[in-house]
């Protein structure tokens, strides 16, 4: 039957029901229908033809609803999708009736460098307890700031050195029970990067080197991140699913209580076994240290908050970041062997490598720092609100209360600054290589007073990790791995489609005088060394 013989059909249905209403009830129902269709139609006439934004290219059903950008969170494809946005339209892309994202080193400056007026946006302030992660007030956020960067200065990172070498060998010793088995390293690089935190945020790690099963934690927090996603994009519906009485709901919306009562559980067990005062050097101790001589430092209440916060802050994105650059040394073998051969003559402290012995290495400088351009953990655009009075963007007004962002991933792949983007190529990193341009956009931990607090903790952690791994194991891909199973989804982190990444690592063996067998390519001659860098992180 024709479309059209459907359509008269269906006209007819209707008719007949509505004959079959009371005329009271039917015109009351007409006249809420053309309200409806009034509203709708100024709102669609209203955002196609009349908003700020009327010229700033992008999807129709972006202009129209925040329904198109919430679809294609959902699908995990934020990232790809703006970024191909930004690679049809340009450096300006409407995502939402009020929402925009940028892509030129010109918007990074205004929206998140020194002096910014943006605000973060609202949507941040429901994701967990407010702390420093949290807060929009620019003169509080400073404030909450001070009281905690002392705890990752460069003295306090050297004293916690020990603990984070322990991780180290933690991991050495199961790669070499595994004897050239795969591992899921999404996992065991998880697991590093939380035993870390948990040490130098709560005293204690969570035992995820220890065991084969996640900590109690993790999934936890796994559970709050669902819960938060749900609450943050369909607010209505997760308030009534949350009222259900149902013991398997409620597990899964208390998840963020749980995660905060550890916070304040290990603290009062350090307060209560250490004291405030003593003579350890975890980042803890300065925290708390620092309440008795500082009449503006944190309660106690506000540092559990703060440690719990800082503790899932600092493992996905270390960990992710972990992840990508090992599967690029997997499938790229030569790369590994030219930091090895870097990092030859440097010694071995307990099987570990010294964070001093590698502080300055370029090779595995250039590595990480071309990890975190080609794989930036957090993808897209961290999101920021226009202040009052608005500003102008790119040649675009942008209005008070406007929702804006400058998308990393399109950043981190400008043709124009990193020819053949795609390439894992650190060597675009190595003194002589490095412009202006490519400094501005590089922003894996953001850029301005907002910079991610725990960055240089991260480095450290990466670099010791990196480095003892690459000198002791040979790295491949397990045969079972496809390489689209590493394929990016976007759920704010990155995530690899497929979930896992299984790599083997094959233990090479050194020598007396701390050489290796195999030291030398397949055509017998030495693996040439590195080269200066002069790029430094700002």
Same mark, same amino acid.
């Given at each position: 039957?024709?479309?059209?013989?459907?359509?008269?059909?269906?006209?007819?249905?209707?008719?007949?029901?509505?004959?079959?209403?009371?005329?009271?009830?039917?015109?009351?129902?007409? =006249?809420?229908?053309?309200?409806?269709?009034?509203?709708?139609?100024?709102?669609?006439?209203?955002?196609?033809?009349?908003?700020?934004?009327?010229?700033?290219?992008?999807?129709?059903?972006?202009?129209?609803? =925040?329904?198109?950008?919430?679809?294609?969170?959902?699908?995990?494809?934020?990232?790809?999708?703006?970024?191909?946005?930004?690679?049809?339209?340009?450096?300006?892309?409407?995502?939402?009736?009020?929402?925009?994202?940028?892509?030129?080193?010109?918007?990074?400056?205004?929206?998140?460098?020194?002096?910014?007026?943006?605000?973060?946006?609202?949507?941040?302030?429901?994701?967990?307890?407010?702390?420093?992660?949290?807060?929009?007030?620019?003169?509080?956020?400073?404030?909450?700031?001070?009281?905690?960067?002392?705890?990752?200065?460069?003295?306090?990172?050297?004293?916690?050195?020990?603990?984070?070498?322990?991780?180290?060998?933690?991991?050495?010793?199961?790669?070499?029970?595994?004897?050239?088995?795969?591992?899921?390293?999404?996992?065991?690089?998880?697991?590093?990067?939380?035993?870390?935190?948990?040490?130098?945020?709560?005293?204690?790690?969570?035992?995820?080197?220890?065991?084969?099963?996640?900590?109690?934690?993790?999934?936890?927090?796994?559970?709050?991140?669902?819960?938060?996603?749900?609450?943050?994009?369909?607010?209505?519906?997760?308030?009534?699913?949350?009222?259900?009485?149902?013991?398997?709901?409620?597990?899964?919306?208390?998840?963020?209580?749980? $995660?905060?009562?550890?916070?304040?559980?290990?603290?009062?067990?350090?307060?209560?076994?250490?004291?405030?005062?003593?003579?350890?050097?975890?980042?803890?101790?300065?925290?708390? =240290?620092?309440?008795?001589?500082?009449?503006?430092?944190?309660?106690?209440?506000?540092?559990?908050?703060?440690?719990?916060?800082?503790?899932?802050?600092?493992?996905?994105?270390?960990?992710?970041?972990?992840?990508?650059?090992?599967?690029?040394?997997?499938?790229?073998?030569?790369?590994?062997?030219?930091?090895?051969?870097?990092?030859?003559?440097?010694?071995?402290?307990?099987?570990?490598?010294?964070?001093?012995?590698?502080?300055?290495?370029?090779?595995?400088?250039?590595? $990480?720092?071309?990890?975190?351009?080609?794989?930036?953990?957090?993808?897209?655009?961290?999101?920021?609100?226009?202040?009052?009075?608005?500003?102008?963007?790119?040649?675009?007004?942008?209005?008070?209360?406007?929702?804006?962002?400058?998308?990393?991933?399109?950043?981190?792949?400008?043709?124009?600054?990193?020819?053949?983007?795609?390439?894992?190529?650190?060597?675009?990193?190595?003194?002589?290589?490095?412009?202006?341009?490519?400094?501005?956009?590089?922003?894996?931990?953001?850029?301005?007073?907002?910079?991610?607090?725990?960055?240089?903790?991260?480095?450290?952690?990466?670099?010791?990790?990196?480095?003892?791994?690459?000198?002791?194991?040979?790295?491949?891909?397990?045969?079972?791995?496809?390489?689209?199973?590493?394929?990016?989804?976007?759920?704010?982190?990155?995530?690899?489609?497929?979930?896992?990444?299984?790599?083997?690592?094959?233990?090479?063996?050194?020598?007396?005088?701390?050489?290796?067998?195999?030291?030398?390519?397949?055509?017998?001659?030495?693996?040439? =060394?590195?080269?200066?860098?002069?790029?430094?992180?700002?």
């Amino acid at each position: 039957m024709a479309p059209f013989h459907y359509a008269i059909m269906h006209l007819r249905s209707v008719h007949i029901v509505y004959q079959a209403v009371p005329p009271k009830a039917a015109s009351a129902c007409l =006249g809420v229908f053309c309200l409806l269709l009034i509203v709708t139609s100024a709102k669609v006439v209203n955002r196609l033809f009349f908003s700020p934004f009327r010229k700033v290219p992008g999807p129709i059903l972006a202009k129209l609803t =925040g329904g198109w950008l919430l679809c294609v969170d959902l699908a995990g494809r934020r990232a790809m999708k703006v970024h191909k946005l930004h690679e049809k339209y340009g450096s300006v892309v409407q995502l939402g009736p009020n929402e925009l994202s940028f892509s030129s080193a010109e918007s990074i400056d205004i929206i998140y460098g020194t002096g910014t007026r943006f605000r973060k946006a609202p949507m941040y302030m429901t994701m967990g307890r407010p702390g420093v992660l949290h807060l929009s007030d620019p003169a509080a956020h400073k404030e909450r700031r001070r009281l905690l960067n002392h705890a990752f200065s460069k003295q306090q990172l050297d004293d916690m050195e020990p603990e984070f070498r322990n991780s180290v060998k933690k991991m050495v010793a199961r790669m070499e029970r595994q004897g050239g088995e795969a591992l899921d390293m999404k996992h065991w690089f998880k697991m590093y990067t939380l035993d870390n935190a948990g040490k130098a945020f709560l005293g204690a790690t969570f035992g995820g080197l220890d065991s084969d099963e996640s900590p109690r934690y993790v999934k936890d927090f796994d559970l709050f991140l669902l819960a938060w996603a749900f609450k943050s994009n369909f607010p209505i519906p997760a308030w009534f699913v949350q009222k259900i009485p149902h013991p398997k709901i409620k597990f899964v919306f208390d998840a963020e209580a749980r $995660i905060y009562q550890h916070g304040i559980d290990r603290f009062n067990e350090y307060i209560e076994k250490y004291g405030r005062v003593s003579q350890r050097r975890d980042l803890l101790t300065k925290m708390i =240290g620092r309440k008795e001589n500082d009449p503006d430092a944190l309660a106690d209440s506000d540092i559990a908050v703060e440690i719990s916060n800082l503790c899932f802050a600092a493992t996905d994105t270390t960990g992710t970041a972990l992840v990508y650059l090992f599967w690029e040394l997997a499938r790229n073998p030569h790369l590994a062997e030219r930091l090895r051969s870097e990092i030859a003559d440097l010694p071995l402290v307990d099987g570990v490598i010294q964070h001093q012995s590698v502080s300055n290495v370029p090779f595995l400088e250039a590595l $990480i720092i071309e990890g975190l351009r080609a794989y930036p953990p957090l993808p897209s655009g961290l999101l920021r609100e226009a202040p009052v009075g608005g500003c102008v963007i790119d040649g675009i007004y942008v209005p008070q209360g406007t929702i804006v962002s400058t998308h990393t991933w399109t950043t981190h792949h400008s043709p124009e600054y990193f020819p053949h983007p795609d390439k894992f190529d650190p060597s675009r990193w190595l003194e002589g290589n490095v412009c202006d341009g490519m400094k501005r956009l590089w922003m894996p931990f953001s850029k301005g007073p907002r910079n991610c607090l725990g960055r240089t903790m991260g480095l450290f952690e990466m670099k010791i990790l990196i480095a003892t791994l690459v000198r002791r194991f040979h790295i491949s891909i397990d045969d079972t791995m496809r390489d689209d199973a590493m394929d990016i989804t976007d759920h704010f982190l990155l995530i690899p489609k497929g979930d896992k990444c299984l790599l083997r690592f094959t233990p090479i063996k050194i020598t007396a005088h701390g050489r290796f067998e195999e030291d030398r390519d397949a055509d017998g001659e030495d693996v040439e =060394g590195g080269l200066g860098i002069s790029f430094q992180r700002t």
